[in-house]
């Protein structure tokens, strides 16, 4: 092997039989310097395709040059990978609070507005870069040391984020429940779309809601819009964040694992990490949507459903979306009842069960969506 | 409409809230006599397809002739439907104790063997069949009756009974994990094999497990040999009962409804139900099995699986079932470990899910199968 | 009966069989006219002990002079109520999001604000306090119009915020895990702690944080700001709302609740609704806390747990609040563990299972508390 | 320390991480032979309070002199421990598929009767017994090495199987829902209920329903009567086994725990392990119940329950057990029901949920009970 792995295991949290819950963490260091990357899966327990495509993405790199270092963190969650209910994995929250595994990560903008206040005008891009980020790395580890505590899910996402603290490129991997592949992808950074194939990418302003990318990309972005709005400078700190969305949860799909492996060696490429990578973007149909246009569609019905149409299928308005079977009318013609797409739209993902209650969230769909790259454009 | 559909409702539990939790019962009676039918869904709550199978079968049944009546209750269990454990159904247990929904219907032999000395020589079959009958609909009254109450799934099980005592035809209508289709035949009726279009049949002998098809031949079975033993007799009273597998679980697909619900108009139409029906059983290869050759393949490991082969896949030994991630060792050649098939299969079914702990049923398998009718034959 | 008490049902959600989820509203009006009051119970599915306390009341409201009208609305989430995972209630969160129950009111300060325009400076009260209702009123029945659907708990609140929208005392009665009776109280309200009869006051200020009380009170008193700082006026609402916690949840007891019914009837007396009501405030200890100092103890430990403080025990710094069991060092001294009170404090309730993670919450403690009344005073 | 405690891991399962469960096995060997003892705690993943009983032996122990040997296994169901739903522990049944985890160890009447054709009448007890051991250490190494694999609840249940076989008392820890102290004895060891002092003893016929108790006395039992009977010998192994139940699940109470740890050392001393023991069972009221007439009361009805009787308190027939709210009827006098003693009894346990389903196991209660020490007799 060309490159030697490192791996290291954290202790993330203790059972309740008083036993250690560890988190493997691989660190592959090149032969020159260049950015550090960031990659984790599984921090929701039942999207566990991540973990194959770190595999996959392990095998690639111990082979090839690399300028700069990669930290892959596979199976980020184990608490909630290891909750069953019934035959599935109820890996989303904490189930003893209901607490979502991906939203407690660190960002205070009010630290920032304090920070931005000590740097001068003429201080330079890497100090105020390094001064930063001993900032965050102070913040997060007093949190952590709090004489009260912190929830297990905070805690858990804490110590991941002082992992992911000093790279410059941070991929978050997860799943939809039944999915197509997307990709979330800051506003500023929207360039970065081209350079993974992910057919179906969100742009999302600078807006925190707890996830690991908006932890990561926030606090920058916040930081580069103060300074360079007081000083009127032009300051970009390069740092990019991503949550990928690779199909199904529940699912191991080893082949299905090396395409996106081959996507995140693509965007590593055009970052400039891998000097002698053959691996470039593909040429396909890549489609953009705004996250205020990327939409939730609640049922109001409750009952037993057919998810008509497929994640990535276009849909026109008015077509029939879903079809909820009515168990108390079989024998007349309200024994089923047709869900209809209240626009054009993509669905991205449906709900994994034919089980719905009212207010269950049905399909998440692209409106207003356009094409970023087209295939038939080369 | 040909045939009139009466519908009602029984209740068969109440929830926390002091609510009745109901089931529809849908009766149609043809213009003629003929044998009793009664067909039930869902008693899994998350095996939801047999809804669907009914809604088709409610259609058909209308517009036809038919000599007899046919009972249908979809979603016979309201309980097991409604209990969601993250966005999935937990249904085949009653989650407060783990009781399977279907292990509490009524079998006792110490009573059937009572029954037979109040039998004589000379009474006619039809006689007996009246009889018998009559005494399993007291057995079953008493037990509901009992000063000290009953579990829920006992009394659940106990007052679907009730509405299947009198058919001749039962046909419970369940789904696997993620499955194939297939039958459960009792042996002394492996004709009816050929009435249906399952590919694959499981044959099982008079031995008592729980379940409705068992609980509704065992008897007639057990009171058959005791009766045709001691007399010398050759009665034949006529009974089946079926437990059919149409697929997935936490899937509703209309489509794939109608091609189970030809299947089981078929049986109807063999069966002399419908006497105008141009349905007959399809020519095509059936593949029966023992029960003792239908094995359950556990996992020793734990781990991230992928399921490599398909239900319905026709297995060499030593070939690939399945592939788990070892997410400790992804920097070796320890990184996923090959799970192979002991003998010669076809797999039934496989675990939902991706994670699974060691001790984990992966598979259900056919082996030591054979051809009971083949498509090239005809 | 003096009293006659209106009942109806309203639909609030439809499992997935399709069957409608209900709720019980008792109405009852006075001879007399008067303020309007909402009392709903069990939010939380498994805190149960408020439907007994409205039963009571409902037995003691129905013989007493009335001015004013009261609507009662026990078991409020029939889906939370009837969710068993094992042989308890997950009562607290949608199982299949994680979404607290109690999260999804509405409030929306910028429409507050925007309806502040609307207001001139010698518009009456009465008048705004009317207007603004129906401004209320219009949002969330807007809210519940949205074409693309609303999350489950989402519609369930805001169907009950319809119910207390014109309601000028608003009680949303819960239970803590293993807890001692506490109140949450608006710092406006502050002298209302004197009508119940409740130990332990929680002082909250104007923050959201999407719970009934606060949905009910904070538009009221950003409206009232606002007004005030404006026009320099002096504008009280009157309106009032509040959490009641009494005692510990998965627990029914009408001995205690009566007693809690009477703390109830004692805050109705003062406030006018009851004029031949003999019942006044107890002569009691009563202790308050300001919210900031309302703090979670979070074990950094796993294990199995003593919980050694029992609630409302006054506990000093360094005193023994709960011992963790080491089962893997039961043969030397480092078998237990101590967890010691980090300040002067009293709990006011604790985890409910012996067995925790590390991360979960083992108490919360009143801090830097004082007594509003004392027994001994009068 | 007096005696050294040899302290093991052993690997009971691997979860979905691919990581060990392991479970702790303490060995304490005394200066003298004598017999062997196993006592294990913790199967139902939610009764811990055995552990502490476990620590209090273990302080014991090591400070007396033992003829004999002790094994304690504490928390030996690592994956039952750690399985919350909620706040609480789901540790009675695998979630995945519902299978109690205390009814999945090795019984095998068929192959008794084989072993029994091996014996002559001429041989020895101890050699038989050796024999015995061997014969069922080979039957449990088979099973575990089935090629097609285990269930998880099966191979854990063998694991603990293995390390219990050759000890003459086998000790099985448990706790109730909300329960009193009881203990399952089986009917030819019914002298032994003396030398506990648990006030409610069960005695149980030579019947298998899955547990370690039976799975240890039943082959011994079996296998005695049989020879006894063919050969007219007076046999006698002096295996006894027994499932002791300490007070509710959920809780863990030091102070509780040396109470119980008294009383197995009690046990202990009457057996020989513990010559200068000064512990002698104590002087208390026992009361003793044939299984048989060990009885569960269901409730008919679904809702809100109070549990009026306590567990241990003598309730004559037609006396209150408990009440049931309708919150559909609060305002009449159906609002309440009340259920009544069906005949004299003494309620063990009841259901630690006040929300019920219709079928829920409300209490286990003792009728035709009978005195077996008073304490007023000494």
């Known amino acids: 092997m060309l490159n030697q792995v490192n791996k290291q295991h954290i202790r993330v949290a203790q059972n309740a039989s008083g036993r250690s819950m560890n988190v493997p963490v691989y660190h592959i260091k090149g032969q020159r310097p260049g950015p550090k990357v960031y990659i984790q899966s599984s921090i929701h327990g039942a999207e566990v395709q991540g973990n194959v495509v770190i595999y996959h993405l392990i095998q690639w790199l111990q082979t090839m040059p690399i300028c700069g270092e990669i930290v892959l963190v596979p199976n980020c969650n184990p608490v909630g990978t290891n909750i069953k209910a019934g035959e599935y994995t109820l890996g989303r929250f904490d189930p003893v609070n209901g607490t979502n595994w991906n939203r407690g990560y660190y960002y205070d903008p009010e630290q920032i507005a304090a920070f931005v206040n000590t740097v001068t005008a003429e201080e330079s891009v890497s100090s105020i870069k390094q001064r930063f980020r001993d900032h965050l790395r102070t913040a997060i580890a007093n949190k952590l040391a709090s004489p009260w505590g912190l929830g297990l899910a905070q805690q858990l996402n804490l110590r991941l984020q002082q992992l992911a603290l000093d790279a410059d490129f941070v991929l978050d991997l997860h799943n939809g429940p039944v999915s197509t592949r997307h990709i979330y992808i800051p506003e500023y950074a929207r360039e970065s779309a081209r350079a993974f194939n992910f057919p179906h990418c969100i742009f999302i302003p600078n807006v925190f809601a707890g996830a690991l990318d908006e932890a990561t990309f926030c606090p920058w972005w916040t930081l580069t819009d103060s300074l360079n709005q007081r000083d009127n400078r032009d300051i970009d700190f390069g740092i990019e964040a991503f949550t990928l969305e690779m199909g199904s949860q529940e699912v191991i799909d080893f082949a299905e694992g090396e395409i996106d492996a081959r996507s995140i060696i693509s965007y590593l490429t055009v970052k400039g990490l891998l000097p ?103």
């Open 276 to 378: 002698e990578s053959q691996v470039s973007p593909a040429v396909m149909d890549r489609i953009g949507v705004a996250l205020k246009d990327y939409k939730t569609l609640f049922t109001s019905w409750g009952g037993m459903v057919e998810y008509c149409a497929r994640p990535g299928q276009h849909v026109k308005q008015g077509e029939l979306l879903a079809r909820v079977l009515n168990i108390d009318e079989l024998d007349n013609d309200k024994g089923s009842h047709d869900i209809l797409a209240p626009c054009d739209l993509i669905p991205m993902l449906h709900f994994p069960s034919a089980s719905v209650l009212s207010g269950t969230q049905l399909y998440k769909c692209f409106t207003e969506y356009y094409y970023l790259t087209r295939q038939q454009d080369t």
